[in-house]
């Protein structure tokens, strides 16, 4: 990766260790305050002690993601995962938009950045098969709400719901398992909306249309506009 790179860190995991600490401090002296205490533990206790625990357990999970889940420099974006990362290298990118379905007269947009690819054969060379079976399970409702736009009848292809773990690209190459399913996937979001890869609002630090024109300034200019972003 190059020397310069923008980090962008997802707004979902920041104050992890925050919230960690005060559920754990709160549920120490919930527990001390109780102990010291004559008398059967109060229904409010028990309530704030429900709280003490949610906010340990969201905590934990915050901590749990990596701490940037985007990388961009000149060269490369990156998306990392708990599960993984995957790359997409500046020749395979070839533009980023908001996916959109049509309802009746108007279009939809979906909450995340869809990214449509030159090469889905060069990106599936590249992409491990954890990484690509947890954002088929992740990413299924963004999908499943482009599919039930364009369904609303009820006769959906059953290839559209359900993926099949045999693929065959146009370049002729074959694949099977996981990596097979996500291709599919990423063929019927294409048709769908006009993109193969789709970067969830969740996993971005500012709405998905700036980031959106982020990724399309990178496309035009790479090095103006990493050193541009590592400037301000």
Known sequence: ???????????????????????????????????????????LEIFLVSVCLVAIFVGFLKTQEPFYSLVLDEATLVYNHKYGSWRLPHANFHHS?????????????????GVKVNDIDEFLADIAPRIAGKLLIEQRYLFMQAVQKHCKNGNCPSEWLIEDTQYKSQKGICYNGLIAMFANRAKFLQLLTGYD????????DRDVWDFSANLNKWKHQPSQFIASQVRD
């Open 1 to 43: 990766m190059g020397k310069n790179n923008i980090k962008y860190r997802a707004q979902g995991t920041r104050n992890g260790i925050e919230i960690l600490i005060v559920g754990a401090v709160g549920l120490a002296f919930i527990m001390a305050f109780n102990l010291l205490r004559p008398g059967e533990i109060s229904i």
């Open 97 to 113: 938009g908001i996916p959109k379905v049509k309802d009746s007269f108007e279009y939809i947009e979906l909450n995340a950045v």
């Open 197 to 204: 890869l789709l970067l969830p609002a969740s996993v971005l």
